[in-house]
């Protein structure tokens, strides 16, 4: 699976942006999608995760209530729509897709893109 990440960009905080991930190759609809981010000096992060079938939603506290992950399997794409956007939220967006059901943790990732800036400024 390849994934392409796109759709970060410059906006306020209080504001609202949308990223969004395309898959190639194998089939897209077998994997769990996450989020991910990485501020500049710390650790990547994990920010929301869907099942394959959309079923079942994950995210981390930090964002709860303000960012929806979404996924359109044949369209071959997942969705992160951010809003009340903070300056806290600015970071590199990584989409990855695992086959596995811990989708909170790195580590059972197997497939990643290359990531897109979002940056909130104050």
């Known amino acids: 699976v390849q994934l392409q990440a796109s759709g970060g960009g410059l906006v306020q905080a209080g504001g609202s942006l949308r990223v969004s991930c395309v898959a190639s190759g194998r089939a897209f609809s077998r994997y769990n999608m996450g989020w991910f981010r990485q501020a500049p000096g710390k650790e990547r992060e994990f920010v929301a995760a869907?099942?394959?079938?959309?079923?079942?939603?994950y995210y981390a506290d930090s964002v709860k209530g303000r960012f929806t992950i979404s996924r359109d399997n044949a369209k071959n794409t997942v969705y992160l729509q951010m809003n009340s956007l903070k300056p806290e939220d600015t970071a590199l967006y990584y989409c990855?897709?695992?086959?596995?059901?811990?989708?909170?943790?790195?580590?059972?990732?197997?497939?990643w893109g290359q990531g897109t800036q979002v940056t909130v400024s104050s």
């Open positions: 990855a897709a695992s086959t596995a059901q811990a989708m909170r943790v790195m580590v059972v990732y197997d497939y």
């Open positions: 869907i099942s394959w079938s959309g079923g079942s939603t």
